[in-house]
């Protein structure tokens, strides 16, 4: 069973940085896409940054370049997302999810796109 769990949320100050986890369990990272996605209250579900671990491509939403990165552990079976310069407007649940890399990553694939979800984990940027 398919299963992932993100870790690393916290409350953070302004010009803070958090590095969020995603550990995958019942299969391996290798050929899939994974997505971080973000929900602030009463905003929509917001594709942050993805990669394919096929081929290295990834993809950065405009608010998330030149502050965040994803990277991934392969030993560990899990990606990260280091955030850094964080913002008030960084203030979400993130998630991070898996769908099967069929192609060169060239923008952003909508959520709907993924079938394999983590729970969330909060991220608060506050003084």
């Known amino acids: 069973q398919q299963q992932l769990v993100e870790s690393g949320g916290g409350l953070v100050q302004p010009g803070g940085s958090l590095r969020l986890s995603c550990e995958a369990s019942g299969f391996t990272l290798d050929y899939y896409v994974i997505g971080w996605f973000r929900q602030a209250p009463g905003k929509e579900l917001e594709a942050v940054s993805e990669i394919c671990n096929s081929d290295g491509s990834a993809s950065y939403a405009d608010s998330a370049k030149g502050r965040f990165t994803i990277s991934r552990d392969t030993a560990k079976n899990t990606m990260y997302l280091q955030m850094n310069s964080l913002k008030p407007e960084d203030t979400a649940v993130y998630y991070c999810?898996?769908?099967?890399?069929?192609?060169?990553?060239?923008?952003?694939?909508?959520?709907?796109?993924?079938?394999?979800w983590g729970r969330g984990t909060q991220v608060t940027v506050s003084s």
């Open positions: 999810a898996a769908v099967a890399c069929v192609g060169r990553i060239v923008s952003m694939i909508g959520p709907s796109a993924f079938p394999y």
